[in-house]
C-alpha cells in the first residue's frame, strides 16, 4: 500500500524542479560538454542570450526566487519579486557570462538547494498566500512559483538546447 504525500501541490513543484534540474546536468555534462567552448558565448541570433547567459542566470534566479518564496510565506501580501532590469539580475548575468562550465556546474548545487529547502517547507496550503508584483499585481504564490521557477526554468532549458543545435 502506497500512501499519498500530505501535500500533493508541493510534492508535484519538487518533482518538476527536480526533473529540470536534473535535465540541466544531463545537458551540461552531455551536449554542452561536447561544444567547443568557444560556442558557450556565442548568441545563437535573434538577441538571445549564449548559452553561459542562461546558465548563469539560472544559477542566479534559482536562489533568489527561493528567498522570495520564502519571505512571502513569513509575511502574506508583501511585495513580491522584481522586474527584468533588477541590477541584482543583471549583474549576475553580466559578472557570471564568462565562467567556465565547471564554475557555472559548480555552483549549480548549492543555488538548486537553497531552492530545495524552501520547498521542502511549504505546505500546500501555502501556495494560496498572496504577494504582489510591480508588473503583474496580486497573485497567489502557486502562480509565482511556476511563472518564475518552474515554467521558467523549463523555458530556459529549451532555450539552451535549441541554442546548442544553433550554435554547435
Known amino acids: 500500500m502506497t500512501t499519498s504525500p500530505a501535500n500533493p501541490k ?33 548568441s545563437p541570433g535573434n538577441d538571445e542570450w549564449t548559452i553561459m547567459e542562461n546558465l548563469a542566470h539560472i544559477v ?9 518564496v520564502a519571505a512571502l510565506v513569513a509575511e502574506p501580501g508583501k511585495n513580491f519579486g522584481r522586474t527584468m532590469q533588477h541590477e541584482g539580475r543583471l549583474a549576475a548575468i553580466r559578472d557570471h557570462a564568462h565562467d567556465t562550465l565547471e564554475q557555472i556546474k559548480s555552483a549549480l548545487p548549492a543555488s538548486y538547494g537553497r531552492l530545495e529547502s524552501v520547498l521542502y517547507t511549504l505546505q500546500d496550503s501555502d501556495l494560496d498566500i498572496t504577494g504582489h508584483h510591480v508588473k503583474y499585481g496580486d497573485k497567489p504564490l502557486s502562480w509565482f512559483i511556476e511563472e518564475f521557477i ?16 544553433q550554435v554547435g
Do not use: C
Not at 11 to 33: F, H, M, T, V, W
Not at 151 to 160: D, I
Open 150 to 165: 518552474t515554467g521558467h526554468l523549463r523555458a530556459h532549458l529549451q532555450q539552451m538546447q535549441e541554442a546548442a543545435k
Open 60 to 68: 542566479e534566479f534559482l536562489s533568489y526566487w527561493a528567498n522570495e
Open 10 to 42: 508541493v510534492e508535484a513543484i519538487r518533482k518538476d524542479a527536480q526533473q529540470s534540474y536534473n535535465a540541466l546536468l544531463i545537458l551540461i555534462d552531455g551536449p554542452l560538454a561536447q561544444l567547443p567552448p568557444e560556442q558557450l558565448y556565442v
